[in-house]
């Protein structure tokens, strides 16, 4: 594997986390997660991933509802970085992974995307909480 292939493939791993980590947000405050986030991490200060790392820290003690759920998002994650994988490659090369800019990348050439990374990208938009 070419190291430019290794780091587009790191830097959507972590564009694919991302907006696992952003459909997560609502699993904090209500949802199938909400009660153990608050048993297991209710301590933990958001950002960074922290929340997401804190569960993925006591997942085998998660309930059957919230390990569904979390199941759930990692699949739809990987729906996106499969679809998105070349619109990334194409518009967002040479974009330093972290904070959402990629994300924010594929978002600023939204009519530009593929069909099938527009689509789930438009997914995922819907499943936001709202802004609060």
Same mark, same amino acid.
């Given at each position: 594997? !070419?190291?430019?292939?290794?780091?587009?493939?790191? $830097?959507? =791993?972590?564009? /694919?986390?991302? @907006?696992?980590? %952003?459909?997560? #947000?609502?699993?904090?405050?209500?949802?199938?997660?909400?009660?153990?986030?608050?048993?297991?991490?209710?301590?933990?200060?958001?950002?960074?991933?922290?929340?997401?790392?804190?569960?993925?820290?006591?997942?085998?003690?998660? !309930?059957?509802?919230?390990?569904?759920?979390?199941? $759930?998002? =990692?699949?739809? /994650?990987?729906? @996106?970085?499969? %679809?998105?994988? #070349?619109?990334?490659?194409?518009?967002?090369?040479?974009?330093?992974?972290?904070?959402?800019?990629?994300?924010?990348?594929?978002?600023?050439?939204?009519?530009?995307?593929?069909?099938?990374?527009?689509?789930?990208?438009?997914?995922?938009?819907?499943?936001?909480?709202?802004?609060?």
């Amino acid at each position: 594997m !070419s190291m430019r292939t290794a780091f587009v493939t790191m $830097a959507f =791993a972590l564009f /694919a986390a991302g @907006v696992a980590a %952003e459909a997560g #947000a609502q699993q904090r405050s209500e949802g199938p997660c909400a009660g153990d986030v608050k048993r297991f991490c209710g301590d933990v200060k958001p950002g960074q991933g922290a929340i997401a790392k804190c569960m993925k820290a006591h997942e085998a003690e998660l !309930s059957p509802a919230c390990r569904d759920a979390s199941k $759930a998002r =990692a699949e739809r /994650a990987e729906r @996106v970085r499969e %679809e998105c994988r #070349a619109d990334a490659e194409k518009f967002c090369k040479g974009i330093a992974p972290g904070g959402g800019r990629i994300l924010s990348c594929l978002k600023s050439r939204e009519p530009e995307l593929q069909p099938a990374c527009a689509a789930e990208f438009k997914r995922a938009g819907n499943r936001r909480p709202p802004a609060r």
